[in-house]
């Protein structure tokens, strides 16, 4: 092995130690509540050497969103490849359950998704990276979308939004309650509950477009 791969090996097992010790400081303490500082020490570096495989917080971040994306885009696929079409009910319960197990299984991608909303979240972030999360978050939308319905894609693109604000929404309110000292809520029987009332939407939004068409 030469010298230059050697250190490439060394860097990219630098960088990849990093993303590891900020996926658990994000666990434990999300992102506003994660520094460089926290995930330098995780890694028993300095902070500045830290800087020298990530330029900055939010590269550190922009990376486990690309993770994230990548995640989704492999579970979408899986359902795509499942077999025979699903009625729609069944397919929204597929995707749902997809959002719980990444909320309960890889909360840190969780926590980076809902840090977007924040005004500086990609202050630090060039452009270019900018554009490519939002063309592959994009993709992934637009994929669940042909999955939900081929027929007509401007009104499925809606409903997978209205179904991933929902279960944003409602994992925010669990998180809030939680962090305020609440009793938290909604549960897991709760989030099916939610599901069903969700579903009784959807589908009377379909109908309701459907009418429509007919007319």
């Not at 977007?116 to 592959?136: C, F, H, I, Q």
């Not at 604000?165 to 305020?180: E, K």
Request: charged share 25%.
């Amino acid at each position: 092995m030469g010298v230059q791969e050697r250190r490439q090996r060394e860097r990219d097992a630098r960088r990849k130690a990093v993303l590891d010790a900020t996926r658990t400081l994000v666990r434990q303490h999300g992102y506003n509540g994660t520094t460089t500082k926290q995930i330098a020490a995780h890694c028993e570096l300095s902070e500045a050497t830290l800087f020298w495989y990530f330029q900055s917080k939010e590269e550190i971040f922009s990376s486990l969103l690309f993770e994230a994306i990548e995640f989704m885009e492999s579970r979408i696929a899986a359902l795509a490849g499942a077999g025979e079409p699903r009625p729609p009910a069944q397919l929204v319960r597929e995707l749902w359950s997809m959002f719980s197990e990444l909320r309960s299984q890889y909360p840190e991608y969780f926590h980076v998704f809902t840090s977007l909303a924040n005004p500086d979240a990609t202050t630090g972030v060039s452009p270019e990276v900018k554009a490519e999360l939002a063309r592959r978050s994009g993709d992934n939308f637009r994929r669940v979308a042909e999955l939900m319905d081929k027929a007509d894609e401007r009104l499925a693109r809606v409903a997978v939004d209205v179904l991933w604000a929902a279960f944003v929404g409602l994992g925010v309110l669990h998180d809030s309650r939680v962090n305020l000292g609440a009793p938290a809520h909604p549960s897991d029987h709760e989030l099916g509950e939610a599901l069903d009332l969700l579903l009784d939407g959807l589908g009377s939004a379909k109908s309701v477009a459907d009418s429509g068409a007919a007319r």
